[in-house]
């Protein structure tokens, strides 16, 4: 099992689930954050901090955002496992979920 981030980061990122992971799972994609699924330790630091509420735990992910689990887990088809987060950067790239999304916010 892991965290999914969720539709309301898209065009927010507001970083600061990654401040508190303490495994560095959370990369940057164009638009949006993601989890990676075998890095994560589920240990639920990101979901409290997240000001938008876009972290669920897989299970309690809510159904009109269930596709987020496989973008979260398929945006990292491309990169695999760098093993954290912080090295590798943010990445010029979304998944065509995210990708095909008009703007989100103001």
Not at 11 to 40: N, S, T
Request: glycine content about 6%.
């Amino acid at each position: 099992m892991t965290y999914v981030i969720a539709l309301p980061c898209v065009d927010v990122k507001d970083r600061a689930c990654i401040d508190e992971c303490p495994v560095d799972c959370i990369y940057e994609g164009d638009r949006m954050l993601y989890i990676h699924p075998d890095e994560c330790v589920d240990c639920g630091a990101c979901e409290p901090v997240c000001p938008v509420e876009a972290i669920y735990y897989e299970d309690d992910l809510p159904d009109e955002w269930a596709d987020y689990y496989k973008a979260n887990v398929e945006f990292f088809s491309e990169i695999g496992s760098p093993g954290g987060a912080a090295k590798l950067g943010a990445v010029d790239h979304d998944h065509a979920l995210v990708k095909a999304l008009p703007p989100q916010g103001d």
